[in-house]
């Protein structure tokens, strides 16, 4: 080994490099490309403990590995802090510890099968990780490799076929292929070949794709408001600048009639904007809130608004109660829900209720081992605690243009791919993002969760009309381009035109198929190294033995 590899600052210069590459190329800065070498590091850190003839290898690679994770999750989501300091470090701490699962598996595969399969588990292992992070109840998908290309939609037009997960294979097989090359002791320039046609080929596709591509289905006018409420101190009672609901409701219905025009098919109101207590479901056509939104919707034929709403739905029969509900000695059973609201100028309406559900927030994972920790809980501003869900994803039809059918996609959700299809699948011809941001202040997270939405657009080539309380709000084309934008913590109403799709693409029909795939393959790499292990293990014994 080297001098420089026996240094005791190689190994951490190393972890902290590759962080660091993988923060620089981290949307929303459109430096992508630093990400296919920001493992380079990573890899040349495993292979120098790796041939150590020291003990304890596991041991020093976990403690390597582990730093260069955290260090990426620092980098790159520290803004979660902004809302709770406890609950941002626990988020970047087991998030960081969560990603270690695949990089054991790794090392461990390594040592049991060799180099060759060794190193073609770590994308395998990773990426199946990445699908399971979909899906737990402590998912934080924030990271996944493939949302790297937020901020560049040209480069990944064919995610309409892979999801995102494609651009997570991308990543992984570039780094593989460029540290292959660097540590070959072959002086051949023909070693870099194949990194850079793996690099340039699928980026070479997605322009072709994306200049032949055009946009499809109805044209129709939206009309997106961003009423720029402070959710911590004014928007819900108690807070120091509380701002009266009835002036809330009447700014947004001020907002909302400086951008209709009688071409206007839906206006969007934010995630929570109807906040006034509790709307129970039950009777929320009889509510003043409602009788107030008949008489605007009236005044405007032809508009329909889709809009945040707090709800709740009661169980009077307390045996048909979900796992969610809260007790009220006065009430009994009910749920709480963070909904969106479809209202209709006849009175008419309907409700869905977000189902992915932000971990520590809007519920507790695992509630019998996380119980302890609602100490570290994030603080998002207005009702917390465990909220209610639905096993469908609802759609918004507009009720006199069968063809203009909206996707209420609640905040947090719209970083979910596979989900969001959902929508898609049950008929959503355009995506509606209903969020509030203002918990990130000004940070690269809200800028960010912004710029995914341009990935869900291209998945399932859907226009995106995203309302978002302090911002930013805006329209997105079906090839994930930001057509108009608003400030930042600024209140404002904009007018766009969009279509409404209905054309259903390859990822849509098969959602995470890559995902899925590589979990089986890691099932199968894990029997494979566990019984290599075993027989090793066996045939030293015998020659002990002997």
């Known amino acids: 080994m080297s001098k420089e590899t026996n240094s005791r600052f190689y190994l951490p210069v190393l972890a902290f490099l590759s962080a660091f590459l993988l923060w620089l190329g981290w949307p929303v800065k459109p430096l992508a490309f630093v990400l296919f070498i920001g493992w380079v590091p990573f890899l040349l850190l495993e292979k120098a403990i790796s041939e150590k003839t020291a003990p304890k290898r596991g041991r020093t690679?976990?403690?390597?590995?582990?730093?260069t994770l955290l260090l990426w999750n620092i980098f790159t989501t520290y803004w979660v802090s902004y809302s709770t300091l406890g609950g941002g470090i626990a988020a970047v701490v087991f998030n960081a510890l969560f990603m270690m699962m695949p990089m054991m598996a790794f090392f461990w595969t390594k040592r049991a099968v060799g180099k060759t399969i060794g190193y073609l588990s770590l994308p395998i292992y990773w990426?199946?990780?990445?699908?399971f992070h979909l899906n737990w109840d402590l998912s934080w998908p924030w990271l996944t490799l493939g949302n790297g290309f937020a901020s560049l939609p040209s480069w990944v037009q064919w995610y309409e076929y892979t999801g995102f997960l494609g651009g997570s294979v991308w990543v992984w097989a570039v780094n593989l292929l460029v540290f292959l090359a660097l540590t070959s002791p072959e002086k051949k320039k023909s070693k870099w070949v194949a990194p850079v046609l793996t690099f340039a080929l699928p980026l070479l596709l997605s322009f072709i794709i994306g200049s032949r591509y055009q946009e499809k289905g109805e044209l129709a006018e939206v009309v997106v408001v961003q009423p720029n409420v402070d959710p911590y101190k004014e928007k819900f009672e108690g807070g120091e600048g509380y701002i009266p609901f009835e002036e809330q409701f009447a700014r947004l219905l001020k907002l909302s009639e400086e951008q209709i025009t009688p071409n206007t098919k839906f206006v969007l109101w934010p995630e929570t904007s109807i906040s006034n207590g509790i709307n129970w479901e039950e009777n929320f056509g009889l509510s003043p809130v409602s009788y107030a939104l008949r008489d605007f919707l009236n005044r405007h034929p032809g508009l329909e608004l889709v809009s945040g709403i707090t709800s709740a739905r009661l169980y009077p029969d307390s045996t048909k109660r979900s796992s969610t509900a809260r007790f009220h000695e006065q009430i009994g059973y009910y749920d709480v829900y963070n909904a969106g609201l479809h209202f209709k100028p006849t009175g008419q309406h309907e409700f869905y209720h977000k189902s992915k559900l932000v971990p520590?927030?809007?519920?507790?994972p695992y509630p019998g081992v996380f119980k302890a920790l609602k100490m570290f809980a994030i603080d998002l501003g207005g009702i917390a605690g465990n909220m209610g869900t639905q096993e469908t994803r609802a759609v918004f039809?507009?009720?006199?243009?069968?063809?203009?059918?909206?996707?209420?996609?609640?905040?947090?959700?719209?970083i979910y791919g596979e989900y969001v299809s959902e929508y898609i699948r049950n008929g959503a011809s355009a995506i509606f993002i209903i969020t509030n941001d203002a918990w990130w202040s000004d940070s690269p997270g809200y800028k960010q969760h912004l710029a995914y939405a341009s990935l869900r657009a291209i998945e399932t080539r859907r226009a995106v009309a995203r309302s978002a309380n302090t911002g930013i709000s805006g329209f997105i084309n079906q090839k994930g381009e930001l057509l108009q934008k608003s400030g930042w913590w600024v209140p404002a109403a904009m007018r766009g035109q969009i279509r409404f799709n209905q054309e259903q693409t390859f990822y849509t029909r098969y959602g995470e198929f890559i995902g899925h795939g590589t979990q089986w393959l890691a099932l199968g790499l894990v029997v494979l190294a566990l019984a290599l292990w075993l027989t090793r293990r066996a045939k030293s014994r015998e020659v002990s033995v002997a």
């Open 397 to 414: 039809k507009h009720s006199q243009y069968p063809k203009l059918v909206g996707a209420p996609v609640v905040c947090y959700e719209s």
């Open 61 to 67: 690679f976990f403690k390597y590995a582990y730093l």
């Open 127 to 131: 990426i199946a990780f990445e699908q």
């Open 360 to 364: 520590g927030v809007e519920k507790t």
